[in-house]
């Protein structure tokens, strides 16, 4: 079972600058990918169907980033290759979900909000505090790592003014015994539950039961008249429900009785 690890990273100024800077590249090349994908979409929908061009997959973005990306913009090869490259998976996986409509077509990001990059290659666990990553090098944690086996990959995002780290951590399934009986129940209109086990619990229906009874009450209530005869006004001038309210008012007012 996969389980996610994250913590916030112990960093000084010039490790903050190379975190920053492969933010930075993974911003730009998704930005870049996202403005092709939304100009292709564009073209394929004012021409024929000849003229359609193949929407992108991310090995197809990776390809043209190489070859007109990178070329222009020297700083792309000052951080690691996987920042742009995981960047660009995940934009043709945002727009997979979007072609699939499990969610909303992706928006261009900006620059301090959900800033975040993913590293693979040579990453090792050297301490209980201390994780080696490509191109950054050494970098220190708050927390104590999990004794596990090395990460293949991380994802290192910031938050305001902090950094984080955060990977996958495959923990062994121990399944536990079973020493109490559990049943599922399933509450229902028809009857009252029904049992895992099959069993069916009826309900007590107290308005069936009670339904004329209730019937009779009413029409019974409905024919009494305020302050007459039948509606068992008392010597006092008021009726039960009446004298009631006073008593009650009374004794507020007295601070002898307290409703919560």
Not at 97 to 119: E, I, N, V, Y
Not at 121 to 145: A, D
Not at 186 to 194: E, R
């Amino acid at each position: 079972m996969l389980l996610g690890f994250k913590t916030q990273l112990k960093i000084n100024q010039t490790q903050q600058q190379q975190l920053a800077r492969h933010a930075g590249v993974a911003r730009h090349a998704y930005n870049w990918g996202h403005g092709l994908c939304l100009g292709i979409l564009s073209h394929n929908t004012h021409c024929s169907p000849e003229e359609k061009i193949k929407f992108p997959t991310a090995i197809d973005l990776h390809k043209w980033l190489n070859k007109l990306v990178k070329p222009e913009n020297p700083w792309y090869y000052e951080v690691s290759k996987c920042a742009p490259q995981y960047a660009l998976r995940n934009l043709a996986q945002g727009w997979q979900d979007c072609f699939k409509k499990k969610k909303a077509r992706p928006r261009f990001k900006k620059k301090g909000r959900q800033d975040s990059f993913t590293l693979d290659g040579t990453i090792k666990i050297l301490s209980s505090n201390k994780l080696k990553v490509p191109v950054i090098g050494c970098l220190k944690t708050y927390e104590r790592l999990p004794v596990v086996p090395d990460p293949k990959n991380v994802t290192i995002s910031r938050e305001t003014d902090r950094w984080f780290i955060s990977f996958k951590i495959d923990v062994p399934v121990s399944p536990t015994e079973k020493t109490k009986d559990v049943v599922g129940i399933d509450l229902g209109i028809k009857v009252l539950a029904t049992l895992s086990t099959g069993e069916i619990v009826k309900g007590t229906k107290s308005y069936r039961k009670h339904e004329k009874k209730l019937t009779r009450l009413q029409r019974k209530f409905s024919r009494k008249v305020f302050k007459s005869a039948n509606g068992h006004v008392g010597a006092n001038g008021r009726s039960p429900l009446q004298s009631r309210n006073f008593i009650e008012k009374s004794l507020i007012s007295e601070k002898i009785l307290y409703i919560s």
